[in-house]
């Protein structure tokens, strides 16, 4: 009923940017809370930054500062602005968002994309 597909990953130096993207589809009546995840080799998924409706956003301690999350609701659309990468940020990134349907509107659905591979390397 609702995909969200993410872009914009890849290989990149220590210090240098890139900028995630994740595109919502589907019987969207309302979407929420979107966020950012990242899950390293052998970690646990964790918590990047989310942005609310209203665009109050909350950031992971290790990436204030660096990385920026913004969303376009007209587009269905959130992007994570990464800066400064360092090599620990190396991990999929997955995006979320809580997502009211259009045949279900009294309810809210949590979905999650395919993820995207950001490597930080020299």
């Known amino acids: 009923q609702v995909q969200l597909v993410e872009s914009g990953g890849g290989l990149v130096q220590p210090g240098g940017s890139l900028r995630l993207s994740c595109a919502a589809s589907?019987?969207?009546?309302?979407?929420?809370?979107m966020g950012w995840y990242r899950q390293a080799p052998g970690k646990q998924r964790e918590l990047v930054a989310t942005?609310?409706?209203?665009?109050?956003?909350n950031y992971a301690d290790s990436v204030k500062g660096r990385f920026t999350i913004s969303r376009a609701n007209a587009k269905n659309t959130m992007y994570l602005q990464m800066n400064s990468l360092k090599p620990e940020d190396t991990a999929v990134y997955y995006c979320?968002?809580?997502?009211?349907?259009?045949?279900?509107?009294?309810?809210?659905?949590?979905?999650w994309g395919q993820g995207t591979q950001v490597t930080v390397s020299s």
């Open positions: 979320n968002a809580d997502v009211a349907l259009i045949t279900a509107p009294l309810y809210t659905y949590h979905y």
């Open positions: 942005i609310g409706s209203g665009d109050s956003t």
């Open positions: 589907g019987s969207i009546l309302s979407i929420y809370v």
